[in-house]
């Protein structure tokens, strides 16, 4: 891989962000001098995706756009990625790894806005609005008791109990519902909350699942044709996980049987690019399937919020060189460096090379005022605080190290 250098003035630093991203990202670039922002509202593919990447140095996503290890090939001068949202499964985090690439994304400014609609889709699915909803917009009336029920006292399963999931735990308690849930990890369990040992125990036990895990090879297709037939007759299904979690197929099938009486679906295994393509998804044609086009995590408060986190991770990283959070690089956390130019140097893990880099120093007289040096399997991450008039020299030195990846010098 060709080494890439990076010292290039703050307005001259390009940031791209796709997908609709909040104003406040832009703002919170612009409050910190980064005056090169181009904005677009969906996602991008292909030819047209590479192009607008291929001078930037950051670029902000959300959950659509793909950055495949081919994609990031052809954004030579890519500094570090912002991912607009929780999910980070849209990005090859290794092949970014490898490119001295740190991804950034915000954890916690949408769950609460996918725990509320979560929330409001219980009470909707077990009272049958969806297909009452349908009826009436065909200007028909179905007043009837028949298969609706309140949620107190029913029970509410959790598949994955972390940000999102605990907060519908304690909603749905407030509700009156009992709640259990299923992790890969021991959860302390808020409320009354009980873990139970398995998925398929969640399943018989549960008059509402919902999904709240990661993409992951684990989490694929999760829940099929035989997780579903464990499922109580008569129970709902709700995904504002990942699409792929859930067989769709089967899905579609369990819902023609009446096995399930609704489901309340707002992610999918394919998902439109923008507001102006087309929707397909066998799910279109049951009326007691509540679809929403993944807006769990869309209200404005949580993409204000989100705007605002990730823009200043960009900016952090940017000014600084900290990659605290970062989901895919070592962390470095790191106190300013003001009077002193500052050196971020990323590179191979392999033995020899912060021997290289402190030889390299010595030998043409540079004094290091700072260091900061963390590791992962693959990658090191060393910064270097030094005096301002030998920072050029610095980093001449620091990239011609065997092994780096990328080096450069903060403004
Ligand atoms: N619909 C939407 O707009 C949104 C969707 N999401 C999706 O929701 C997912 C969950 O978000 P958070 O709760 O914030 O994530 P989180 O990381 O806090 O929680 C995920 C939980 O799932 C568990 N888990 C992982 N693999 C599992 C498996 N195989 N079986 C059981 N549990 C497993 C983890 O241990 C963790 O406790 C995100 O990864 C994202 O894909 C997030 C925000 C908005
Ligand atoms: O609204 C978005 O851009 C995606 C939300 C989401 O799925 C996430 O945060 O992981």
Redesign the pocket.
Known sequence: MTTARLSVPKEKIKFVLLEGIHDSAVQTLKDHGYTQVVTAPKALVGPELVELIADAHFLGIRSRTQLTADVLEKAGKLTAIGAF???T?QIDLQAALRRGVPVFNA?FS??RS?AELVLAEIIMLMRGIPHKNAVLHRNGWVKSAAGSYEVRGKTLGI???????TQIGVLAEHLGMQVVF????A?LPLGNARQLPSLDALLQAADVVTL?????P??KD?IGAAQLARMKPGSHLIN???GTVVDIEALADALQRGHLAGAAI??FPVEPQGNDARFESPLVAFENVLLTP?????TAEAQENIGREVAAKLVRYSDNGSTVTAVNFPEVSLPGHAGRSRLLHIHRNIPGVMAQVNERFSKAGINIAAQYLRTNDEVGYVVIDVDSDSSRVALDELCGVPGTIRCRVLY
């Open positions: 949202c929780i999910g499964n954890p949408n769950t996918v598949v994955g109990y972390g940000h999102i999931g299923v992790d890969i990890e959860k709240h895990v990661p993409e992951t684990e989490t999760m504002a996980s990942r707002d992610v993944h807006i769990g995590g869309s």
